[in-house]
């Protein structure tokens, strides 16, 4: 099966309640500056050749807009729908899954578990989970259930330093992944990643989009690491998103071509 850039992503506005959004520092952030900046994702992401679907701010769930916790993309044809760790971002799904019931086939996390789908990294066929302060056991055995079924394995590791698994770790391409010092890279490597380390921590979060990666403007020495591999780069300003401890995978929710599976 081939990594390519996913065929459409799901992303979701800005509400202007994102100033009570939840974050580690208590920094104030600007919703329409955030707004503006995922306006020029998903730019990037039709320059790409994705199909963008912008789903509705809701004024009601300050987080939204990080859609990628609402669920995780198993294949083409599937989707499962989590339960976030926070109490306050649980609301924000019922809408996710509506929209991504039109397309996909949908299967809910059963029982108590919760999990975050920004604590999961695909590498091939397997889904490696964090288990960090959003994503528990009995949330990551759930999603192994699903994945099970569509030829996937989960595997989980703890996640130390970070918000989220992909807070420290993405792939960049076919079994190559940045990832910072904080990451689990012992369990990366054994699951035979190529490990780029960065120690910039906005860094470790980037987008492939097929060739093309996004890469966050606040990790100037990370966009020159990965071009001096070969990447073709592209620099986004998300610092809005940052102060709310989001990044770039975090603002969709991407589906990949029959066949293939994306980042
Ligand atoms: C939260 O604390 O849940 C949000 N402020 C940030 C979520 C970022 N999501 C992600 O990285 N997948």
Same mark, same amino acid.
């Given at each position: 099966m081939d990594l390519a850039a996913p065929a459409r992503a799901f992303v979701r506005g800005v509400p202007a =309640?994102?100033?009570r959004c939840l974050r580690r520092e208590p920094v104030p952030v600007d919703p329409a500056r955030a707004r503006s900046q995922v306006g020029e994702y998903a730019r990037l992401l039709r320059a790409a050749g994705v199909a963008v679907e912008e789903l509705p701010a809701d004024e009601? &769930? /300050? +987080? =939204? &807009?990080?859609? @990628? +916790? #609402?669920?995780?993309?198993? +294949?083409a044809k599937t989707a499962f729908v989590t339960r976030p760790g926070?109490? =306050?971002?649980? /609301? @924000?799904v019922a809408p996710v899954a509506l929209a991504l019931g039109r397309v996909l086939w949908l299967v809910a996390l059963e029982g108590e578990g919760t999990l975050d789908g920004g604590d999961v990294l695909r590498l091939g066929d397997t889904l490696l989970v964090g288990l960090s302060e959003r994503t528990d056991e009995a949330g990551a055995a759930a999603l192994g259930g699903a994945a099970r079924r569509v030829g996937l394995e989960v595997v989980t590791v703890p996640v130390g @330093?970070?918000?989220?698994l992909k807070s420290v770790v993405t792939l960049v391409a076919p079994g190559c992944v940045v990832a910072h010092e904080s990451a689990p890279l012992d369990a990366l490597r054994r699951l035979g990643a190529r490990v780029i380390e960065?120690? @910039? /921590?906005?860094?470790a979060n980037v987008l492939a989009l097929g060739r093309v990666v996004l890469v966050s403007t606040a990790a100037p020495g990370t966009r020159a690491r990965l071009e001096r591999e070969g990447v073709e780069v592209r620099a986004i300003d998300v610092t809005e998103l940052h102060k709310g401890d989001?990044?770039? #995978? &975090?603002l969709s929710l991407r589906v990949p071509a029959p066949g293939c599976w994306c980042a």
């Open positions: =309640s994102y100033a009601a &769930c /300050p +987080d =939204s &807009c990080f859609i @990628e +916790d #609402t669920a995780v993309i198993l +294949d926070a109490l =306050s971002r649980r /609301p @924000e @330093e970070g918000l989220h960065v120690d @910039e /921590p906005a860094g989001g990044a770039l #995978t &975090c």
